[in-house]
């Protein structure tokens, strides 16, 4: 029995492709070790660590001498290659995890208030189970129940509504609390500012772990109107995504949406609460407009896909860009069209008063000023509003 061997040359973007996945492992794994392993491993585990944390970072860069098939470490400046990954801003990076961090604690807390008031005066919910059974479901101990009781519960619209937040509420914690303890590492590594604050996510913590033990009595009353218009968005909401998401007219004044590079508005009505934004993106991925896996397989987040490929997102007469901040993940910037700018336009002088509020400050400003701004002078536009200082 014969045996063969395979042999296999390095092409002169393996040194960049390296680079970009460790940087991937870091930004979107938000594992430094993996991460830094890239390297090593790539390297025959010869890569001294303090080459391995200026390789992560882009202050070196990788080239390879494909004569030779060596890989070639060097000064970031004695190369003029455009495509290798963009030096990594811990600080600025660590900024915006917060920025995210902040918004989205502060719209889960609002629907976790929303199970709150659904519970608070209940007994026994309306299939007849006692209340920690439904919370145990809730919370996705099925091996607890029997199949017609799962049954049950399937069929319940509010129940399944809930389970998702409680999931989707749990994920989120877990992974800012992984970032977290990466900012730490990278505090020590980088001698970076260690400024990530969490308390907003351990309040959130310790809500879903009173709601799991039926502890609704230490909560305030809310409005009534505040339930019954959650639950009355959540069902419309569920109606649209399961036809399939379609473009709608973006003057019909929308709760949340997308606007693509070519002008096609992807929104929904309802409450903060029920983090539309998400909820647009997964339906656009359902619907084969996102695709599931990057080019090495990786699996997308369908938020940040959006942001990449151009996408506005409009909340209200609040509009984000984060096209141009592409070259921080080793990707090309990509600029608001002019499409994109006369649809803001015309939404915001006819729904909003001529008033917008741009960039992630939030900053107040005349449409015409916004606009004029936008089809001039494109880089002084992303200065102003929508890069991190």
């Known amino acids: 029995m014969s045996t063969e061997s395979l042999h296999f040359r390095v092409g002169a973007d393996a040194g960049i492709l390296l680079m970009n996945i460790a940087q991937e492992h870091l930004l979107y794994g938000l594992d430094i070790d993996k991460a830094l392993n890239v390297f090593n491993e790539s390297f025959g585990g010869g890569c001294p660590e303090d080459m391995q ?31 290798f990954p963009a030096v990594i801003d811990f600080n600025q990076l660590i900024s915006k995890k917060q920025k995210d961090l902040d918004g989205y604690c502060k719209d889960l807390d609002k629907a976790l208030d929303i199970i709150i008031d659904t519970f608070r005066y209940k007994s026994s919910f309306k299939l007849n189970f006692s209340i920690q059974s439904v919370m145990n479901y809730i919370y996705g101990k099925d091996e607890e129940f029997k199949s017609e009781v799962m049954d049950a519960f399937e069929y319940d619209e509010e129940l399944q509504q809930m389970r998702n937040l409680i999931r989707i509420t749990k994920d989120f914690i877990e992974k800012s609390l992984k970032f977290s303890t990466m900012v730490r590492r990278l505090a020590e590594m980088y001698k970076v500012e260690e ?3 969490t308390y907003d996510l351990l309040n959130l913590t310790q809500k879903i772990q009173d709601i799991a033990r039926c502890n609704f009595v230490k909560f305030t009353e809310g409005d009534d109107n505040t339930l019954t218009n959650y639950l009355e968005a959540s069902r419309e909401i569920d109606a649209v995504i399961s036809k399939g998401i379609e473009p709608v007219d973006i003057m019909d004044n929308y709760s ?3 606007l693509s590079p ?25 619907k084969g407009l996102i695709p599931e896996n990057d080019e ?9 896909w959006l942001e990449q ?6 909340h209200e007469n609040k509009v984000q860009f984060a096209g141009n901040l592409n070259h921080k993940i080793g990707k090309t910037n990509v600029r608001m069209t002019d499409k994109q700018i006369e649809i803001i336009k015309d939404y915001i002088s ?7 509020k741009a960039g992630w400050r939030l ?11 936008a089809m001039s002078d494109h880089l002084a536009l992303n200065k102003k509003y929508f890069d991190f200082d």
Do not use: T
């Not at 096609?264 to 339906?283: D, T, V």
């Not at 900053?363 to 701004?373: L, N, P, R, T």
């Open 296 to 304: 090495k397989g990786m699996e997308l987040n369908p938020d940040a």
């Open 256 to 258: 949340a949406g997308w």
């Open 262 to 286: 070519e002008g096609e508005y992807y929104a929904l009505n309802g409450e903060i609460a029920n983090m539309l934004h998400n909820q647009i993106a997964s339906a656009l991925q359902e």
């Open 363 to 373: 900053e107040k400003q005349s449409i015409g000023m916004f606009s004029a701004m």
């Open 350 to 356: 006819n729904c909003h008063q001529c008033i917008i």
């Open 195 to 197: 400024d990530f604050n």
């Open 309 to 314: 490929q151009g996408w506005v997102k409009i």
């Open 53 to 83: 944390l200026k390789l992560l970072k882009g202050d070196l860069v990788i080239e390879v001498d494909e004569e030779s098939q060596q890989f070639l470490v060097g000064e970031r400046e004695e190369h003029h290659n455009a495509i």
